[in-house]
């Protein structure tokens, strides 16, 4: 059972515009969120976790539980957040991840 | 840039010819996992270690094998019953079974003709 939705394959924005990528996801646990980002040529690496509640490179995520999801969020989008995101569930044991969302920014 | 290692980036394979991917990593982490990367259907987990000797199955381990005799080890092997093993594959480990973060390898693109 697909436990991770990321509805948009493709996502396009011009720089300095607000973005957002969806994510949706079903557990009926507590789940523990993460956006993960491959930027070209890089590894994937870690973006953000729900439990931190933190901001980097300016996204941030919300968990709605009300809603289950997990969108991420940037109020300016800039050329270097052009690549390739990936949200990810983990019930502890394992990963679960979206089939990922690539972005990008155009100048 | 070291922490996860995965070799080679490229490998090249006959049909029906079974092949082992690389995966050493050096940060003391317990657990370690292998993801198949296929365009549009995002990362999908094919078999995971959380301490050595022992694994289990992920989502897609048909046609695959790992060992996990070492702690900085866990190899994966796509066998020929594996039907469509071209595909790009990543290797993760994380600190402990609690899966708090992962961390990932380069990744190997395997291509079998």
């Known amino acids: 059972a697909q436990r991770v939705t990321q509805p948009e394959k493709l996502l396009s924005v011009f720089k300095g515009a607000p973005v957002e990528l969806k994510c949706n996801y079903s557990y009926s646990g507590s789940p523990e969120l993460f956006w993960y980002v491959q930027y070209s040529r890089q590894r994937l690496q870690l973006l953000l976790r729900?439990?931190s509640r933190e901001s980097i490179k300016g996204f941030t995520a919300d968990l709605n539980k009300g809603e289950t999801s997990f969108h991420l969020k940037k109020p300016f989008a800039q050329e270097e957040d052009s690549a390739m995101y990936y949200c990810?569930?983990?019930?502890?044991?394992?990963?679960?991840f979206g089939t990922g969302t690539s972005l990008t920014v155009i100048p | 840039d070291g922490g996860i290692t995965q070799s080679p980036k490229y490998l090249f394979r006959k049909e029906g010819q079974n092949v082992t991917l690389s995966c050493e990593q050096n940060?003391?982490?317990?657990?370690m996992y292998w993801y198949r990367q296929d365009p549009g259907q995002g990362l999908r987990l094919i078999y995971y270690?959380?301490?050595?000797?022992?694994?289990q199955k992920g989502d897609i381990a048909e046609g695959y094998s790992v060992s996990r005799e070492k702690k900085e080890s866990f190899p994966l092997t796509v066998t020929s019953a594996q039907k469509n093993p071209t595909a790009f594959y990543l290797c993760?480990?994380?600190?402990?079974?609690?899966?708090?973060?992962?961390?990932f390898g380069p990744g190997t693109r395997l291509t079998v003709t």
């Open positions: 270690s959380q301490i050595v000797n022992d694994f």
């Open positions: 990810a569930l983990s019930d502890r044991n394992q990963f679960y």
């Open positions: 729900h439990i």
């Open positions: 940060l003391n982490h317990d657990a």
């Open positions: 993760a480990s994380s600190k402990d079974s609690k899966v708090y973060e992962q961390y």
